[in-house]
């Protein structure tokens, strides 16, 4: 596709087409794309993996999330005004304090006791309603069972949809896959074990991929060189064309 | 009381679904904050039907938006904070995308306008080249995992000869592979002006490699 009949030159990455030196440097420019570890990261700090409310926080307790639907669910309730005072704080606490996600609701404005906690993900932000469908999306909106009894108000307000997923789910999601990461250096079979873990929990999960490149690392690093690669078979079936694609092959040696 | 917690392995969460518009302004601590960022002219309707969810925007294009970002000049210390911001203008102006290029495209060209904006504000480069590897694989591995970083920091240098343009250009071409009309449709320049730019930039590349080469024979 070159317009003006000009036909597009060879990619100096092609065969042939430049120095040895050159292609060689262009294919370490080009095989740089971020590991599991750093698009968990990244998806966190968008929000794009659900809220993480009450992730390390002990006590926090009633963590949830505003799974984002879609903007039309947020939009809608920001629009009906009922959990528009708590979403905009929500908003200015987040700017404030550099983007955090997590803010104490209090209901009515004279009761002082927090009444639950709020995350809000960006799992399926896209404004458009079709968002919501998306089998990754979040739950259009969620809160905790905690502010659900306590702050009915801004809990009805949110909880719009259906067929929500239990409310800690992307949550602990997060939380299962990033203790499996910090496992695998030091104890591959730990990182195994709450591999499995998650995929009994979240068959269909956000992170089944970075689960995966987890569970076929730990395999390797317990000497199950064979599973790994039966594994790394199957990852590669059911994912074709994977970013993660080369980091397997790194891992098994290949 | 607001309840701040740990967040692994970063600190913090944003919440881009609820935010309002000027909320949503990517933070742009490098650059004051009255300057206006050149974004792509948003296409002319809404095509809900034709934009996927942000979420499968994100897993599909993320990759390849951090590292055409690492290439645009990016350091690795703010890949990620830049990355999030590209999502971010993404995620703001989903809803004027029309398909008239492909998502792709546009995403690059946001990716090409946010990293320019970047390198302009003249914002110090940390060097990280010494750094262990992110995700040193396996021991024997790790030698492998340095040679590329080696080579990764060589090519960055030699692109940083390259102005904004030229770069956009030679990385969305050479690196990302898009066709030269994508690149033209990405950069907002006519076709004819990106090919003089990629010959032009080129040319920059290949002396620096002779460079690199000389230097490291010396």
């Known amino acids: ?196 873990d998650h995929a009994k929990r979240f068959p269909s999960g956000m992170l089944v991929q970075e689960r995966e490149v987890i569970a076929i690392e730990a395999l390797v690093k317990t000497g199950r060189k064979d599973e790994a690669r039966a594994r790394a078979n199957r990852f590669k079936a059911r994912f074709p064309g994977s970013t993660h694609t080369r980091r397997i092959e790194t891992i098994l040696g290949t | 009381m607001i309840i701040i917690p740990r967040v692994w392995p970063h600190s913090w969460v944003v919440s881009l679904a609820v935010l309002p518009s000027f909320v949503l302004a990517p933070s742009r601590p490098w650059l004051p904050p009255v300057q206006q960022v050149d974004e792509p002219a948003p296409p002319r309707a809404v095509n809900a039907d034709r934009v996927p969810p942000l979420a499968q925007i994100f897993r599909e294009h993320a990759p390849f938006v951090w590292r055409a970002l690492r290439r645009l000049g990016i350091p690795e210390s703010d890949v990620e904070d830049v990355c999030q911001e590209v999502f971010v203008v993404v995620h703001r102006k989903l809803g004027d995308f029309e398909g008239r290029s492909s998502l792709r495209t546009w995403i690059y060209g946001i990716s090409a306008r946010t990293a320019s904006d970047y390198r302009r504000s003249g914002r110090v480069r940390r060097e990280v080249v010494t750094d262990a590897p992110p995700e040193a694989p396996h021991d024997g591995g790790q030698q492998e995992a340095l040679a590329l970083k080696q080579a990764r920091a060589t090519l960055d240098r030699i692109l940083d000869e390259l102005d904004d343009d030229k770069r956009s250009v030679f990385v969305l071409y050479e690196i990302e592979e898009l066709t030269m009309a994508e690149v033209a449709e990405a950069v907002g320049c006519p076709l004819q002006t990106a090919y003089s730019r990629l010959h032009a930039a080129r040319r920059v590349v290949e002396a620096g490699v002779q460079r690199a080469q000389a230097r490291s024979e010396a």
Not at chain 1, 23 to 35: H, Q, T
Not at chain 1, 72 to 98: P, R
């Open chain 1, 1 to 196: 596709m070159s317009g003006g009949g000009q036909v597009d030159p060879p990619r100096l990455l092609d065969e042939g087409a430049a120095a040895g030196e050159l292609r060689s440097l262009l294919r370490a420019g080009k095989s740089e794309v971020p590991n599991a570890a750093q698009m968990l990261a990244l998806a966190a700090k968008l929000g794009a993996i659900g809220g993480l409310g009450g992730a390390g926080a002990g006590g926090a307790g009633g963590a949830g999330g505003v799974g984002a639907g879609g903007v039309g669910a947020v939009g809608g309730a920001v629009k009906g005004g009922l959990a528009m005072k708590v979403i905009a704080a929500l908003a200015v606490i987040g700017v404030a304090s550099g983007g955090v996600a997590i803010a104490v609701k209090r209901s009515g404005g004279m009761d002082a006791a927090p009444v639950g906690i709020v995350a809000v993900s960006t799992a399926s932000a896209a404004p458009s309603a079709s968002a919501a469908s998306s089998a990754s999306a979040a739950p259009s909106a969620r809160i905790a069972p905690s502010a659900r009894a306590s702050a009915a108000p801004s809990a009805r307000a949110s909880a719009g949809a259906a067929g929500v997923r239990p409310v800690e789910s992307e949550e602990a999601e997060v939380k299962l896959v990033a203790r499996a990461q910090d496992a695998l250096r030091a104890r591959p079979d730990e990182a195994l074990a709450l591999c499995s």
